[in-house]
């Protein structure tokens, strides 16, 4: 085992690698990283400063020194993002914004200048990385890998019922479009495709409760970490 532990959790939008990936950094107390929350915040960050979200150079550049920390509350379902000193909860899960993001992360530049900062979080006691990749590229050395799956019919009415719950307007068959169009273009970028590791343990939550998936995956991180029980 490597001086610094690291369970990588990846999948597509929708799976609930980000409920998985709060559960076990609290309940192991180690650090979380978000790395599609840092795709989501440098396209904020790019905007706010008056970037295109097409300027591969200018995107690398801002990426290397994104002022990006992440906070696990009690409060909520989710891991609190600040950017530059600013929390950026409430614009960073927005559709729009998840596009952007997909599309910024389709640059290899970016990706590149985002490699070494992702890495930088693998700090004691250990990490817990939640994104596409972590298991694949960021961290291919990784303890724990774990390939989180659902149907795009899943995902979408996971979404729908969240946006509902918050009161906000929402399509089921746009949401469902746009889960579709944003996986084709993740499995298929030329750059660290969307796919499970070869020696990822695959789960798929299509039919599973929070709970159910919650159980499983800390027996998988068991089964491969046991000095993590506690």
């Known amino acids: 085992?490597?001086?610094?532990?690291?369970?990588?959790?990846?999948?597509?939008?929708?799976?609930?690698?980000?409920?998985?990936?709060?559960?076990?950094?609290?309940?192991?107390?180690?650090?979380?990283?978000?790395?599609?929350?840092?795709?989501?915040?440098?396209?904020?960050?790019?905007?706010?400063?008056?970037?295109?979200?097409?300027?591969?150079?200018?995107?690398?550049?801002?990426?290397?020194?994104?002022?990006?920390?992440?906070h696990v509350s009690d409060d909520s379902e989710l891991v609190s993002v600040w950017l530059d000193g600013d929390n950026v909860d409430d614009c960073l899960r927005t559709e729009e914004t998840g596009r952007k993001a997909s599309m910024v992360a389709s640059l290899p530049a970016v990706r590149d200048a985002l490699l070494a900062r992702q890495r930088a979080f693998r700090q004691p006691p250990g990490l817990v990385a939640d994104g596409r990749d972590m298991g694949t590229v960021v961290?291919?050395?990784?303890?724990?890998?774990?390939?989180?799956?659902?149907?795009?019919?899943?995902?979408?009415?996971?979404?729908?019922?969240?946006?509902?719950q918050k009161g906000v307007d929402a399509n089921i068959a746009a949401l469902l479009e746009d889960i579709k169009t944003r996986d084709e273009r993740d499995r298929n970028r030329p750059v660290a495709p969307l796919r499970p590791a070869d020696d990822a343990v695959v789960l798929d939550t299509t039919t599973l409760t929070v709970e159910q998936v919650l159980d499983r995956v800390w027996s998988i991180v068991l089964s491969k970490l046991p000095l993590a029980e506690r």
């Open 139 to 164: 961290f291919p050395n990784a303890e724990v890998k774990i390939f989180m799956d659902a149907s795009a019919e899943a995902r979408a009415q996971r979404r729908y019922n969240q946006l509902k």
């Open 1 to 70: 085992m490597s001086e610094v532990p690291v369970i990588a959790v990846d999948g597509p939008s929708g799976v609930g690698k980000g409920t998985v990936c709060k559960y076990l950094a609290k309940k192991l107390g180690w650090h979380l990283l978000d790395s599609g929350a840092l795709y989501r915040v440098l396209a904020i960050y790019a905007e706010r400063l008056g970037v295109k979200l097409d300027d591969e150079r200018a995107l690398a550049q801002l990426a290397y020194s994104l002022p990006v920390t992440f």
